[in-house]
């Protein structure tokens, strides 16, 4: 059986859930209800609600050993709520510190974070909302153009369907890819206020990113301010000059010969390298 209690910020009192706690069975569910109550009209409302679902054989350090012992899960809840009348949403004045976001280059998994300021110069709080469209990529692009050259050879193989298929599922697991997220994506700023949000970018393979986040200002069409996204993700890679090979000009035995060789990084991220000399070589 486990438990689950909610938790009401202090400055969240136009909310709250019902029932406040409740303990669920093995393989069952539980329905709360959230309550909205604001009191002052033409107002904005959000806030963040946080269930901390736990087992029950945790309530008590008697019940449990540090093997067994598993902390409570936090599950939060973002809200919001208005108070305006239909069509009653004033013109936001909101800014972007800046409407272009690149991404230091990073490895493949690796994640890379921006920050980027929204301001209410208006004397009204202002509700925010950003979503990112799909991110674009060149390995799709290329996919595409692959898959156009598969569609005009489907026209005269007969077997055309099946690389269709195979290419269609392959080209839609790479758009379904979330390479670029945001925190908060949502919330409210008062009035001469600042929201900071942080961006993630986050690849999954050696190739340059693109999207575009849109902040949705009170939920209007017509206030929606467009941030462009850029990463590049990067392999490790060297270039080494006359592909990999130094020749020396002949010499006397005992004497030395030096010379030098050009090796090259073609990626934007800093590599460390050491040169590894074969043991029967190491004293010439």
């Not at 709360?32 to 269930?51: H, M």
């Not at 012992?69 to 108070?83: A, K, N, R, S």
């Not at 004033?90 to 690149?102: R, S, V, W, Y």
């Not at 986040?213 to 462009?228: E, G, I, Q």
């Amino acid at each position: 059986k486990a438990a689950a209690v909610w938790r009401v910020p202090l400055d969240g009192a136009v909310w709250a859930v019902d029932p406040p706690s409740a303990d669920i069975r093995p393989f069952s569910s539980q329905a709360f209800k959230v309550v909205f109550k604001p009191g002052t009209p033409n107002r904005f409302y959000y806030t963040t609600l946080e269930c901390y679902v736990f087992y029950k054989t945790m309530r008590s350090f008697r019940l449990v050993n540090e093997v067994s012992f598993v902390p409570p899960t936090c599950l939060p809840l973002h809200v919001h709520g208005h108070t305006f009348p239909p069509m009653g949403f004033f013109t936001p004045d909101g800014h972007l510190n800046k409407h272009a976001i690149t991404f230091p280059a990073c490895h493949p998994s690796e994640q890379n974070h921006q920050i980027l300021m929204l301001s209410n110069t208006g004397g009204q709080p202002m509700h925010w909302h950003i979503t990112i469209d799909s991110t674009v990529s060149q390995h799709d692009e290329e996919l595409k153009k692959t898959r156009a050259v598969r569609e005009q050879m489907s026209a005269i193989l007969d077997d055309g369907s099946g690389i269709m298929d195979s290419m269609g599922g392959t080209l839609q697991a790479a758009e379904s890819r979330i390479i670029f997220t945001c925190f908060p994506s949502s919330g409210v700023v008062p009035p001469g206020g600042q929201q900071l949000i942080a961006f993630r970018f986050q690849p999954q393979m050696a190739t340059t990113y693109r999207a575009r986040a849109r902040c949705r200002l009170n939920r209007m069409d017509s206030a929606v301010l467009d941030v462009a996204l850029m990463g590049q993700s990067f392999n490790p890679r060297l270039l080494l000059a006359d592909e990999g090979s130094i020749f020396f000009k002949p010499s006397h035995v005992g004497s030395t010969a030096t010379r030098n060789y050009m090796i090259e990084n073609p990626s934007r991220i800093a590599l460390t390298f050491d040169w590894q000399i074969a043991q029967r070589h190491g004293g010439v």
